[in-house]
């Protein structure tokens, strides 16, 4: 297809509540990343899965943020009992490989607002 | 300090204009160094990407890192209105494992 894609777009909750944030990549991408991106600073490493296998989850801030891709493709970031300090863009990169010199292409976010 | 730092700007540029954008790091350990853009309420785009010391050139863009110093800056030559955008630079230690440390981005308006 085009290229990586998140849903929704926006999101807006209320504090404690549990939001569920999804990633397409570009098909045939094994290595999938999430990123945080708050107002004027730059992406923030959460966690990348090497196809099915979180790889490296220590960009994670606690155990309230969880991610999965159970079929090496699609991934999903879950956040529990969240916080306003959890609002920010939630980005999400795919890479044909997890070599850093691979390209990463981003989508285009999700708008995580928690009131 | 961060591990990276970038004047936030904003830079404002007359069109046609040299840009010079630059960062500043603290981990001498990092080889691997990118620049991307990023346009409002998109997500960032690679634009380059250099391995150790030296000069990249491509295009319009130009790519320096000195290790010794702990600097990378990106020129952009004959800027266009198009340009405008966040620039963020990232950097990583090795080409697996650990991942990308970014700058927080300069954001830059070349004017027509």
């Not at chain 1, 990343?33 to 801030?61: H, K, N, V």
């Not at chain 2, 650990?98 to 070349?110: A, E, H, I, K």
Request: charged share 20%.
């Amino acid at each position: 297809g085009a290229g990586v894609s998140q849903t929704p777009s926006n999101k807006v909750t209320e504090k404690g509540k549990y939001v569920e944030l999804r990633c397409d990549p570009i098909s045939g991408h094994t290595a999938l990343y999430w990123y945080r991106q708050s107002l004027g600073q730059g992406p923030e490493f959460l966690i990348y899965f090497q196809g099915t296998g979180a790889a490296d989850d220590s960009g994670l801030p606690n155990d309230r943020f969880f991610a999965v891709r159970p079929e090496g493709s699609v991934s999903t970031l879950k956040i529990q009992r969240t916080e306003r300090g959890d609002s920010a863009v939630y980005l999400c990169a795919s890479s044909l490989t997890d070599r850093k010199t691979d390209t990463q292409y981003f989508g285009p976010g999700t708008r995580l607002t928690v009131l | 300090q961060k591990e990276v730092e970038q004047d936030p700007g904003p830079l404002s540029v007359p069109e046609g204009a040299i840009v010079s954008l630059n960062c500043t790091y603290s981990n001498s350990a990092f080889q691997y160094f990118m620049w991307y853009r990023q346009y409002s309420r998109k997500g960032p785009e690679l634009l380059m990407y250099t391995y150790s010391s030296g000069n990249k050139e491509d295009g319009r863009f130009t790519a320096q890192v000195d290790k010794s110093s702990k600097y990378i800056s990106l020129f952009i030559r004959d800027s266009q209105p198009s340009d405008s955008a966040t620039y963020l630079c990232a950097m990583s230690v090795d080409n697996y494992g650990q991942n990308f440390v970014f700058g927080p981005g300069t954001r830059l308006s070349v004017l027509p």
